[in-house]
């Protein structure tokens, strides 16, 4: 009798666990794409380390205007300049000449005393953005796709 019981119980369980089952979200595997901001501009241009410097000259709230190079130039406002750790400054730029895109470039100051930079200039709504790398001491903003760099 009473492995009957249990049996009964175990037949119940598995009738009732499928209907209880959690259902699955559906995955958006093939993305809207989106408009380019930066299609005017070529893949990779270069810049001086001189000029990442002086963009950290400028205090929160300051509008501001710089050139990168001859290509790539930015008008803007200084939303924050944050001292991440004593090694690493950071600062965001709201550049109003491409559709208010952030621009957040770091610096940080190495073990051994050199200083490297770090940033990209990014719009959520466009599907490309420029990635501030290095290559033998010479920096580049290098453009790619949004979805290769950032999460939905």
């Known amino acids: 009798m009473k492995r009957m019981y249990l049996l009964g119980c175990i ?21 809207v794409e989106k ?6 501009l070529p893949d990779k241009l270069s810049c001086t ?5 002086n963009v950290f000259k400028s205090p929160s709230g300051n509008q501001l205007s710089f050139q990168l190079n001859d290509q790539l130039s930015v008008t803007g406002i ?10 690493q400054l950071s600062i965001n730029i709201r550049c109003t000449n491409y559709q208010d895109a ?11 005393g050199t200083v490297r930079f ?29 979805l290769l760099s950032m999460v939905e």
């Open 11 to 31: 037949a119940l369980l598995v009738c009732i666990a499928p209907v209880s089952a959690q259902v699955a979200v559906p995955v958006n595997q093939h993305p």
């Open 35 to 40: 408009p380019s901001l930066f299609s005017q």
């Open 49 to 53: 380390e001189t000029a990442l410097q």
């Open 78 to 87: 200084v939303l924050e300049k944050v001292a991440v750790t004593k090694q």
């Open 102 to 112: 952030l621009l957040n470039i770091s610096r940080i100051i190495q073990p051994d």
């Open 118 to 146: 770090t940033g990209r200039l990014v719009h959520p709504a466009y599907g490309d953005l420029l990635l501030l790398t290095e290559e033998k001491g010479q920096y580049y903003f290098v453009k790619q796709r949004q």
